[in-house]
T-cell receptor
Framework: QKEVEQDPGPLSVPEGAIVSLNCTYS??????FMWYRQYSRKGPELLMY????GNKEDGRFTAQVDKSSKYISLFIRDSQPSDSATYLC???????????FGKGTLLTVNP | DAGITQSPRHKVTETGTPVTLRCHQT?????MYWYRQDPGHGLRLIHY???????DKGEVSDGYSVSRSKTEDFLLTLESATSSQTSVYFC???????????FGSGTRLTVV
């Protein structure tokens, strides 16, 4: 079983749609859960960061963690063309200085 | 990206030549990392450093070496470049995994 699984997409949605991005993980030691956004030809940037199970909201973005199911999600409301990017989930806790990344989901929001 | 710079941004080199990529930070973060990113493979850790002169291997370290003689600089060397090392290389810095990483803008390396 892979430590992290993330559907690579690609995912294409119309502007204004609600987007759901998901990752599953198998390592029970993971305690910190993150989402990175990577625009084409740029480095990944930290978008959302959560520690506990539950929801965390930041503007149009909501990160959701379900530790019991080992499942995390990122929701984007009222998606915009500027949200078009690759989204990577990331996990920490197995080692206190290394992150484990998903392979990323490519999202395109069409005007 | 703020506090972290990579050089060069682009490089084309010939098979068999040595290549050194540089990562420079101004954040005084303890941890530094080198990743490569390839389609279908995502980000893969090459080497990382947890302090000056303290480095360790990642999952794809064969053919690569690193050095960290100062807190702010982390060098990645391809001893003898091969076509399979054509990739985008990212440096990242961190105060600890629980704080996440800050990534550089990447170096696009082509080995011909």
């Amino acid at each position: 079983q892979k430590e992290v699984e993330q559907d690579p997409g690609p995912l294409s949605v119309p502007e204004g749609a609600i987007v759901s991005l998901n990752c599953t993980y198998s390592n029970s030691a993971f305690q910190y859960f993150m989402w990175y956004r990577q625009y084409s030809r740029k480095g990944p940037e930290l978008l959302m960061y959560t520690y506990s199970s539950g929801n965390k909201e930041d503007g149009r973005f909501t990160a959701q963690v379900d530790k019991s199911s080992k499942y995390i999600s990122l929701f984007i409301r009222d998606s915009q063309p500027s949200d078009s990017a690759t989204y990577l989930c990331a996990f920490s806790g197995g080692s206190n200085y290394k992150l484990t990344f998903g392979k990323g989901t490519l999202l395109t929001v069409n005007p | 990206d703020a506090g972290i710079t990579q050089s060069p941004r682009h490089k084309v080199t010939e098979t068999g030549t040595p290549v050194t990529l540089r990562c420079h930070q101004t954040e005084n973060h303890r941890y530094m990392y080198w990743y490569r990113q390839d389609p279908g493979h995502g980000l893969r850790l090459i080497h990382y450093s947890y302090g000056v002169k303290d480095t360790d291997k990642g999952e794809v370290s064969d053919g690569y070496s690193v050095s960290r003689s100062k807190t702010e600089d982390f060098l990645l060397t391809l001893e003898s470049a091969t076509s399979s090392q054509t990739s985008v290389y990212f440096c990242a810095i961190s105060e600890g995994g629980e704080y996440g990483y800050t990534f550089g803008s990447g170096t696009r390396l082509t080995v011909v």
